[in-house]
């Protein structure tokens, strides 16, 4: 490299680490700090880089932020029985919403980075040390010391539903807005935002705010009905908004009886400001927000044997196709669900199936209908 002229051997410097400081440039490269920043200028201008993040315009990555922890599955051998002890087997693995997400998208072969909280135990280093093997930049996580990560503890019964969880999540509250501030540049660079609402309150609404200036989709994923009062009243800037039926009827406050309240409810969120509304429904597939209304499309037929981490399976293939530019939000929704029935038909929280090209085969064409 020493023989290129000095742009392009700042320009390989930040192919190698697009995060990298100016005063690192210049150390490395024998240049002021002045003259760092006029080659950067001119790469700008030459569209070789995308502003202060230094990412190059083909490798803008999809960038995950919210839940990474461990996940333990116990699922019972016979029907469970409340009040007393159950035989059953124990699985445990790498899990957290954004986290999933972050390697269903990895193994889909999507550039992907993920901005996530560990405690800098042994749990936490294998949490990043595994998404790291995986393909996923987590060079932005906050690793804490003096705590334990996250855990996520999913009772299953003989048939492989889950019948209760215990999520210790409380780590993430450290995501702060300050936080995320000092993680600007690469946020800024990325292609899509896709945060889970294990996040503050004043998190997502600093990650709202941050897409109407940055220009950067947000996507949005529900994690539960009591975590409902973590999104704000506002959904300006926001792209899209995924969750299910029970998240939605805590948003607008009332019980969905039917069809015609799910499809009233979709359009009160709209009015909040949010662009789309994607509704999962389990076994029976999911609803979508378009310009003709309210869309259904039916779950494929599965042979069910772990739901865990269906729904994040669902969001990735959703959010991969809104990055590729090249899907409208049904199909989207048709690749979510033939991801989602992959995950449900493994033992494994993200399918190990999954490889880059997953989608260049037409997808079976799930039955579509409008809501009315």
């Known amino acids: 490299m020493t023989d290129l002229p000095k742009k392009e051997q700042l320009y390989e410097l930040i192919r190698a680490n697009p995060f990298i400081s100016q005063q690192d440039l210049a150390s490395q490269l024998g240049l002021s700090r002045s003259a760092v920043a006029n ?35 116990l699922r019972s051998m016979k029907p469970l029985v409340l009040g007393t002890s159950n035989p059953a087997t124990q699985d445990e693995s790498f899990g957290g919403v954004a986290r999933n997400i972050a390697e269903n998208l990895a193994r889909l072969g999507a550039p992907v980075a993920l901005i996530t909280a560990v405690g800098n135990d042994a749990s936490g280093r294998a949490l990043l040390a595994h998404a790291e093997d995986a393909g996923i930049d987590t060079r932005g996580a906050l690793r804490l010391d003096g705590v334990s990560s996250g855990t996520y503890t999913a009772v299953l019964d003989q048939d492989g539903e889950m019948t209760v969880a215990l999520a210790d999540m409380a780590l993430n509250d450290r995501l702060t807005p300050a936080f995320l501030a000092t993680r600007q540049q690469q946020r800024a660079g990325a292609a899509l935002v896709v945060a889970d609402m294990n996040l503050p309150l004043d998190t997502i609404a600093a990650l709202l705010d941050d897409a109407v200036r940055d220009g950067v989709s947000l996507v949005l994923v529900a994690v539960s009905g009591p975590k409902m009062a973590r999104l704000p009243a506002s959904l300006h800037g ?55 209304g309210v869309m259904r499309l039916d779950a494929p037929k599965v042979d069910v044997v772990d739901v865990t981490g269906a729904g994040d399976a669902f969001a990735a293939a959703v959010c991969w196709s809104l990055q590729s530019g090249e899907a409208d939000l049904a199909l989207a929704c048709r690749r979510g669900l033939q991801l989602s029935a992959m995950t449900i038909e493994c033992e494994q929280t993200v399918c190990p199936l999954l490889a880059p090209g997953q989608f260049d085969s037409p997808v079976n064409q799930a039955t579509q209908s409008d809501l009315d």
């Open 238 to 292: 926001l792209r899209l908004l995924i969750l299910n039926e029970g998240e939605l009827a805590t948003r607008v406050g009332r019980s969905l009886d039917g069809d015609a309240d799910v499809k009233a409810a979709c359009a009160e969120v709209q009015r909040q400001g949010v662009q789309d509304v994607v509704v999962t429904r389990g076994a029976c597939g999911v609803l979508y927000t378009s310009p003709s």
């Open 39 to 73: 080659y950067i200028a001119t790469l700008v201008r030459e569209r070789r880089i995308l502003g202060r993040a230094y990412v190059l315009p083909d490798q803008r990555p999809i960038l995950c932020i919210g839940a990474s922890n461990l996940d333990r599955k």
